[in-house]
């Protein structure tokens, strides 16, 4: 079962800031959390990912709430290439008796960047 | 070079057909995935190698058949599939176990 909640589907004007909020409100003190992305027939692609403190990579930033019960990925000057589906997921811990991990997917949000 | 790459793009195979697919990559990474994904949904995992042993198994039916021949390659075998398995299959790695993923492009499955 899904940890994540997120919007079904956004829009942004092409230049602007890009805000993906996802609701992770179970997740447990060492679970991650990653954000992916699918443009369209292509494979999913790797954003960022974090724990507690706010996160900065040259595609985005990540920022979770102090209670970790929720996070916003931002996109600081949106692009028409960046119209996909955003994916936010948590990586669970100890899966099995391997203390395998697991990337658990939300549902994505279908983010439209408009001109 | 920091790509998956996986064959073939598309596929289609009748229900008594066997065939296979594979992915490829040189990045070093000891970790790698299968993962299916049916129109407007996520990707669902399949398999897990961690340095070419399988560690993961989602109770996928065993028409599917993994394979690890070395660090480099993974195949997947199929063998009587049912028309509701046609989906992108999708091939990931990872340098560990856990870390961040990358994707191949996906073979597009169509089972007649």
């Known amino acids: 079962d899904a940890k994540t909640t997120q919007p079904t589907s956004m829009d942004c004007a092409e230049g602007r800031a890009a805000n993906l909020p996802c609701n992770h409100s179970?997740?447990?003190?060492?679970?991650?959390v990653y954000w992916y992305r699918q443009i369209h027939s292509q494979g999913p692609q790797y954003i960022i990912h974090?724990?507690?403190?706010?996160e900065t990579n040259e595609m985005a930033s990540l920022i979770i709430t102090e209670d970790r019960k929720s996070s916003t990925l931002i996109l600081p000057h949106a692009t028409l290439r960046d119209t996909a589906v955003y994916y936010c997921i948590v990586r669970v811990e100890g899966v099995d008796a391997g203390n395998n991990r697991k990337l658990i997917w939300g549902l994505g949000t279908s983010l439209a960047v408009n001109p | 070079d920091t790509e998956v790459t996986q064959t073939p793009k598309h596929l289609v195979m009748g229900m008594t057909n066997k065939k296979s697919l594979k992915c490829e990559q040189h990045?070093?990474?000891?970790?790698m995935y299968w993962y299916k994904q049916k129109a407007k949904k996520p990707p669902e995992l399949m398999f897990v190698y961690s340095y070419e042993k399988l560690s993961i198994n989602e109770s996928v039916p065993s028409r599917f058949s993994p394979e690890c021949p070395n660090s480099s390659l993974l195949n997947l075998h199929l063998h009587a599939l049912q028309p509701e398995d046609s989906a992108l299959y999708l091939c990931a790695s990872s340098p560990h176990r856990g870390l961040e993923q990358y994707f191949g492009p996906g073979t597009r499955l169509t089972v007649t």
């Open positions: 179970t997740i447990s003190g060492n679970e991650y």
């Open positions: 990045m070093g990474h000891r970790a």
């Open positions: 974090g724990l507690k403190n706010n």
